[in-house]
């Protein structure tokens, strides 16, 4: 399945600065991707858990995040961070994601929760 990045900017390495974004938190990281793309994962990750997880609660916020150049254009992107699911509790999740920044669209996104 492959959606279309809300917002996909400025993609050059730079610092995530601290913000919310359709109620998903983002954070501060070191190897960040810039803010827009991070917000993306963020908000698809969310999309998705919450698509699984329907019958309950999900809130998701994002830690570090990173990405890279990859074949033909496009971008990989890492990150982690902490799904909640109310009165279940949390668990850590990790994401791998290609992203077309030109389609603005992901070409693929998978999550894992630990």
């Known amino acids: 399945m492959t959606r279309t990045l809300p917002i996909i900017a400025a993609l050059s390495a730079s610092l995530l600065v601290g913000g919310f974004s359709a109620g998903v938190q983002t ?9 827009p793309l991070a917000q993306a994962l963020a908000l698809e990750t969310q999309q998705r858990l919450a698509a699984e997880f329907a ?3 999900v809130t998701f916020a994002l830690g570090g995040t990173r990405s890279w150049p990859a074949a033909a254009g496009l971008l990989r992107v890492r990150g982690e961070g902490t799904a909640g699911f109310g009165e279940e509790g949390e668990a850590t999740a990790t994401i791998e994601a290609l992203s077309d920044p030109r389609a603005r669209r992901w070409v693929r996104l998978e999550y894992q929760l630990l």
């Open 27 to 35: 954070r501060t990281a070191s190897a960040a991707v810039a803010e």
């Open 55 to 57: 019958s309950q609660p």
